[in-house]
């Protein structure tokens, strides 16, 4: 360990591993696992946007180093889709980022906005990158408490004056990972009046934005009357075009932010590969039947599981977007070790809910990344256990 830094010693243990090792155990003993723990889309990326990158691909201008925010092109259909989708109007020039993945410019945004010992407020259960970010950038997190009771919204009354104070940023996830809560737009207004009155960034995590069903659409932060004063909001093609190792996503916003993370970006990386941005443009300025086909899949799957379940008596409340269920463990169990069990006598892996901060625990986030006759295997696995045995002693 002599030459590793503090920093990354100091890294919280990845939570996942333990479960990977026992898959490859059980695999190689001869098990089919199904892993329902990995939080991202097994469907392809539309043929559309393949067919652009290859055509992008050829061209040597393309080659070349992209400007530091990203190229015009790419800009631009951010910007457009922004006024599409929330008719919300962004200058393409000073408000829009590429970034390479929003996991990327959320790690990166850290670094550009907070000094040591800052605190910054994450949601718990939340996405694990957030409170790493933090760390890494010399910060501490504090947690945001959520209502579990009513969907998961911020219960910012329960933030203590000081702490609120004293917060330099917030980071809020709709539609959400882990729980898979969706809001609407009061919530941000809501959120958008905290962060104002106590000077904090909220920082708005959409990477799920495009990943709704029910009729459900989800709102921006930036339609929100002056939220610009106080709000960046991530997005990514991720999840809505299933682009999950193309690594591109964007971040909106506060001009001042936009232009603190370009900064320091410009010194890190130089922006992602053009015939990816081209590629992406193309999508987001694609009319979004790709994405809507996927999420019809995604909804079938999430009904299914969530009926089947509702069968066994694991609650989940139904959701309107993500591609996960947040289930309730039967009593008896801690998440780890009913996740354990699922792995060990079902051949199932979900993620303990306790990865995504104390608040998680006592429920397990399962993620819909496999097609439904893989979830009928799931269902029939999981009914021939006996999910009492640790509560009847
Ligand atoms: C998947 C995910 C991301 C990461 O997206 P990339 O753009 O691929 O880095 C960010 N936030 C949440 C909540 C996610 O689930």
């Not at 410019?105 to 718990?124: E, R, T, W, Y």
């Not at 004293?166 to 882990?178: C, H, I, R, V, W």
């Not at 590969?273 to 996927?294: E, H, I, K, Y």
Request: glycine share 6%; hydrophobic share 40%.
């Amino acid at each position: 360990m002599a030459f590793v830094s503090d920093k990354v010693k100091n890294l919280p243990p990845y939570l996942f591993s333990e479960f990977q090792q026992k898959k490859k155990k059980l695999e190689a003993e001869g098990m089919d696992v199904i892993d329902l723990g990995i939080g991202a889309p097994d469907l392809p990326a539309p043929q559309f946007v393949v067919d652009k990158l290859a055509e992008e691909a050829q061209k040597p201008e393309n080659h070349r180093y992209s400007t530091y925010s990203g190229c015009q092109e790419y800009r631009e259909a951010v910007a457009g889709f922004y006024k599409n989708q929330y008719n919300v109007d962004l200058d393409p020039d000073t408000e829009v980022l590429a970034v390479i993945g929003s996991k990327e410019g959320i790690a990166n945004l850290m670094h550009a906005v907070i000094n040591p010992d800052d605190s910054v407020l994450v949601p718990d259960p939340g996405y694990p990158v957030y409170r790493t970010a933090v760390q890494l950038a010399g910060g501490k997190s504090v947690s945001l408490p959520l209502d579990h009771t009513d969907g998961y919204v911020p219960l910012f009354n329960q933030v203590d004056a000081s702490t609120a104070q004293t917060a330099k940023a917030m980071f809020l996830n709709y539609p959400a990972n882990p729980t898979a809560a969706t809001v609407h737009l009061d919530t941000f207004l809501k959120a958008i009046t905290f962060a104002e009155k106590n000077h904090m960034l909220l920082v708005h995590d959409a990477a799920y934005d495009m990943v709704t069903f029910n009729g459900y659409q989800s709102p921006s932060v930036l339609q929100v009357p002056n939220a610009k004063e106080t709000a960046v909001e991530f997005g990514s093609l991720s999840k809505s075009f299933s682009m999950t190792g193309w690594r591109i996503g964007y971040m909106v916003g506060n001009k001042e932010v936009v232009q603190a993370l370009s900064a320091l970006k410009s010194n890190i990386d130089t922006s992602q590969f053009l015939p990816v941005q081209r590629a992406a443009a193309a999508a987001l300025t694609s009319d979004f039947s790709a994405s809507a086909a996927n999420n019809k899949i995604y909804q079938e799957r999430m009904e299914k599981l969530h009926d089947a379940l509702s069968e066994m008596g694991l609650q989940a409340d139904q959701p309107n977007g993500t591609i996960f269920l947040w289930v309730k463990i039967p009593n008896g169990y801690t998440s780890m070790e009913f996740a354990g069990k699922l792995l060990n006598e079902a051949g199932v892996i979900v993620t303990p809910g306790n990865a995504f901060g104390s608040q998680g625990e006592g429920y397990v986030r399962i993620s819909l990344s496999v097609g439904k006759n893989r979830l009928d295997e799931v269902i029939n696995r999981i009914k021939a256990l006996d999910l009492k045995e640790v509560t009847n002693g």
